[in-house]
């Protein structure tokens, strides 16, 4: 089954204490990206990734960072978590086809940082 | 600046018509997408339109056009479980995603 994968679903954690979000595709797909999703702001791009080894900057990367070393996988690491950084993370890839786009989404993680 | 205009919220009755606006100002377009988001769970991919027109999907369709910056999805023969976010974005630059705050829309019987 072509499937996005997050984990954890679910963490509450504390200031300062190092947190990694794994993400994984099946889909063979270039293109990857990590959102956070507040209420009232919707979704913002944290980090996205053409391809292995290519990142680059969305609208809120502050305090995050991000690695590709392999196609199927992009972690998002909170070196340092605040509180401003709860919020609920989806990762997500992209295929492109000629004129085609499909993004697919994972299943969401919820963060807590107290 | 980048921005995504949609509507807060929208109501409708089952089985009814109901169309969602979205306008747009970005720097760059390659494309612009609408999602569907149940509470709690992940955006769900509804369609993609990078030329003008209309794309038709069984009770979804999407409009484009982008000379005016503008797009709509289309719901028809509505059923409760339409109740739902939509959410519009544009990809403003090959990957860089811009999305509205979404229209949270109300399916009644």
């Known amino acids: 089954e072509a499937q996005v994968t997050q984990n954890p679903r679910y963490l509450i954690t504390v200031t300062g204490k190092k947190l990694t979000v794994t993400c994984s595709q099946n889909m063979n797909h270039e293109y990857m990206s990590w959102y956070r999703q507040d209420p009232g702001l919707g979704l913002r791009q944290i980090y996205y990734?053409?391809?292995?080894?290519?990142?680059d900057k969305g609208d809120v990367p502050e305090g995050y960072k991000v690695s590709r070393k392999e196609k199927r996988n992009f972690p998002l690491i909170l070196e340092s978590p605040s509180p401003n950084q709860t919020s609920l993370y989806f990762c997500a890839s992209s295929s492109r086809q000629g004129a085609r786009e499909t993004q697919y989404f994972g299943p969401g993680t919820r963060l807590l940082v107290l | 600046g980048q921005n995504i205009d949609q509507p807060t919220e929208m109501t409708a009755t089952e089985g009814a018509i109901v169309q969602i606006n979205c306008t747009y100002q970005t720097s760059g377009f390659n494309g612009l997408f609408w999602y569907q988001q149940h509470a709690g769970e992940a955006p769900t991919f509804l369609s993609y339109?990078?030329?003008?027109g209309l794309e038709e999907k069984g009770r979804f369709s999407s409009f484009l056009s982008r000379s005016k910056g503008y797009s709509y999805l289309l719901l028809k023969e509505l059923q409760m479980k339409d109740s739902a976010s939509y959410l519009c974005a544009v990809d403003s630059g090959t990957y860089k995603y811009i999305f509205g705050t979404g229209t949270r829309l109300k399916v009644l019987a």
């Open positions: 990734s053409m391809n292995v080894e290519a990142t």
């Open positions: 339109n990078v030329l003008d």
